[in-house]
């Protein structure tokens, strides 16, 4: 009798596990990545840039798993479908910057799928475990040149996030004037497309996807975007500036 409960305590076991990993492999799908393949080495034009940090470093105000699937399945799906949209055309040979000054005379998955791989990019190296506080020097004196005070400025930048409807981003941009601004773009567009209302040149960015903070978050995309300035590393956003106003 007693083997006969051991039979059945294993086959319940066996069960749970399967079950578990049918779920995590469902909560893992990206919506977005669906047509996601893996591009053979030899034609691989973009690869997925390694995080300058553990995916647990930016505890707790981005958590482990879900910098995990942005990045090694979120941001890897958009580089797989940018290489297979761009392999064997011209595009294969022009800079991201190119493609996107004239994003409108191209395909909407080069859009989408370039649009995504470079956000992210940015987006990673933009966060620090050491990051938060405030910016110094001339990013700071610009930020109160241009919103009166840093808050105005967190705020701005805040809204805009929130009220981007439905899947986006949200960005500090410094325009061909030189002068910083606020803006949004839907879906993975960005400031540097000819498609965008708004603008320049990136120097923040802040994904509002779900994939960016549903797993901690669920809805309250307002948390998310509060905690986002614990991991701002200003020392990048500086660096960025700089190269744009020079
Ligand atoms: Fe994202």
Avoid at 26 to 45: C, L
Avoid at 106 to 128: E, P
Avoid at 138 to 158: P, R, V, W, Y
Wanted: aromatic share 12%; with cysteine; hydrophobic share 35%.
């Amino acid at each position: 009798m007693k083997k006969f409960y051991s039979i059945i305590f294993a086959m319940a076991a066996l069960g749970l596990l399967f079950s578990s990993c049918q779920d995590a492999t469902q909560t893992d799908t990206d919506d977005t990545n669906s047509n996601a393949q893996t591009v053979a080495d030899a034609g691989e034009i973009y690869s997925l840039p390694d995080l300058p940090y553990e995916y647990d470093a930016l505890e707790p105000h981005i958590d482990e798993r879900t910098m995990r699937i942005h990045h090694s399945r979120h941001h890897q799906g958009y580089i797989n479908n940018f290489n297979n949209e761009i392999a064997g055309t011209p595009l294969e040979n022009m800079s991201m910057e190119e493609i996107f000054s004239n994003m409108s005379e191209h395909s909407t998955s080069a859009r989408n799928n370039g649009g995504g791989h470079y956000n992210h990019k940015l987006f990673w190296s933009i966060l620090s475990p050491n990051g938060g506080g405030e910016p110094t020097g001339e990013l700071a004196a610009s930020i109160d040149e241009s919103f009166g005070t840093f808050q105005n400025f967190k705020t701005e930048l805040e809204n805009a996030g929130a009220t981007q409807f439905g899947s986006g981003w949200a960005w500090l941009i410094v325009n061909n004037a030189g002068d910083l601004l606020v803006t949004q773009t839907p879906n993975q567009d960005n400031p540097l497309m000819d498609v965008a209302k708004v603008q320049g040149t990136p120097i923040l960015g802040v994904d509002v996807w779900e994939h960016a903070y549903y797993l901690h978050y669920q809805n309250r995309r307002g948390a998310y975007l509060e905690a986002f300035w614990n991991v701002v590393d200003w020392d990048a956003v500086s660096a960025r500036y700089m190269a744009a106003t020079q």
